[in-house]
């Protein structure tokens, strides 16, 4: 067990199994007890592997290990999603995961607030037109969707402001990672509360879900601060 923890590949062939294997029990099986077992491990996986790689260096880590236990935890409750008490709950999580995330992205660097101005309006024309889609069903859910893609967002503009502070590999695997979280948490909301038939739709979230994840664990374990310009006269 111990290379799959230390070694890229071999842990990316587990990683990969286990999201395909809980994909599979999700279309196959029944949920409980199957994906109990097979849904909470893509992201136990993930957190051994953050815990044995990561560098002690690396300043605020402890928020992803924070953050991944929120996902666990949420990836639990998400599983009862048709008692609507936990499946809030497992919403609360989730927005908690992608917070320790923002507190993990943030950096000490001044960034320009015009230059972030049509980044603002894009998200905000983002969270409008998704707002209007699914508003005639969301019903109590109206402030918890709120919340939760307005987290979304948040997480994308804080992995956006690493940009400048770490190394650029780093960045755009982060960077991606977010996104697709994004596209994803989008999916999820427009099948809940406005498609249901959305097609394919259990298969494409979890698949983008399990992504998500992989490319901002691997993005931050593999992240490099640049050093301050130094200006000497």
């Known amino acids: 067990m111990k290379i799959f923890l230390t070694n890229k590949l071999y842990f990316s062939i587990l990683f990969f199994g286990i999201l395909f294997l809980d994909i599979y029990v999700k279309l196959n099986l029944e949920a409980i007890p199957y994906r109990i077992i097979t849904k909470p491990l893509i992201i136990l996986v993930l957190l051994l592997f953050f815990i044995k790689n990561y560098r002690k260096s690396q300043l605020k880590s402890n928020y992803v290990i924070i953050g991944l236990l929120s996902f666990l935890l949420g990836d639990f409750f998400f599983i009862f999603y048709d008692f609507i008490p ?101 999916i999820t909301v427009i099948q809940s509360f406005y498609y249901e038939d959305f097609p394919y739709h259990k298969m494409i979230i979890m698949l983008l879900y399990g992504i998500s994840q992989y490319l901002i664990v691997m993005g931050l374990l593999n992240e490099e601060k640049k050093a301050e310009d130094v200006f000497i006269l």
Not at 97 to 119: A, E, H, I, T, W
Not at 127 to 143: A, E, H, K, Q, T
Not at 159 to 169: E, F, P, S, T
Request: aromatic share 20%; proline share 2%; glycine share 4%.
């Open 86 to 186: 936990l499946y809030i709950v497992g919403m609360v999580f989730f927005v908690a995961g992608k917070l320790c995330y923002v507190k993990r992205f943030s950096n000490q660097r001044d960034f320009n607030m015009l230059s972030l101005v049509p980044f603002f309006v894009m998200c905000f024309a983002y969270m409008v037109f998704i707002m209007i889609l699914v508003l005639d069903n969301l019903g109590s859910f109206f402030f918890p969707v709120l919340l939760y893609l307005f987290t979304c967002l948040i997480s994308l503009l804080f992995a956006y402001l690493r940009k400048g502070d770490v190394d650029i590999k780093s960045f755009y695997i982060v960077l991606a990672g977010v996104f697709i979280s994004v596209i994803c948490d989008s």
